[in-house]
């Protein structure tokens, strides 16, 4: 009966952590932690940024930045919360680099956003969601 038992509970402890992500610190080369934004943004360019986050980002990330939009329940990650002072915390590089890359859910966007001076826009965008 033991046994039984013992291995039911190892079932069921399989069970809940394979279907657990456990999420790993996110490793950015040492020379885009150093990265500053090269791209100046205009109204019109904070317009059209935007618009690539409204097709591209929103749909995870939510309207305002919160991680919180429809597709968020779908993930097997937690999307990042823009206006949080840890995500603020990091460094233009880091941004464009996990953009640029994606990582597990968040997919990569060197092709779906090619030019990379879009790219840095959407940086600035994501620097509007400042609490």
């Excluded at 046994?3 to 999420?23: D, K």
């Excluded at 749909?59 to 991680?67: I, V």
Aim: glycine share 6%.
């Amino acid at each position: 009966m033991k046994t039984l038992i013992l291995i039911l509970f190892t079932g069921l402890l399989l069970t809940t952590f394979s279907f657990t992500t456990i999420q790993q610190p996110w490793e950015v080369p040492a020379k885009y932690q150093k990265m500053q934004n090269p791209v100046k943004a205009s109204q019109d360019d904070m317009d059209m940024a935007k618009q690539l986050y409204d097709k591209h980002c929103k749909s995870c990330h939510g309207k305002a930045g919160l991680g919180d939009g429809p597709k968020s329940k779908e993930l097997d990650t937690k999307c990042g919360d823009f206006s949080s002072a840890t995500f603020q915390a990091q460094s233009d590089g880091e941004l464009f680099y996990k953009t640029t890359f994606g990582r597990d859910d968040m997919p990569a966007y060197e092709k779906k956003v090619a030019d990379d001076n879009d790219r840095w826009l959407l940086v600035h965008y994501m620097r509007t969601f400042k609490k």
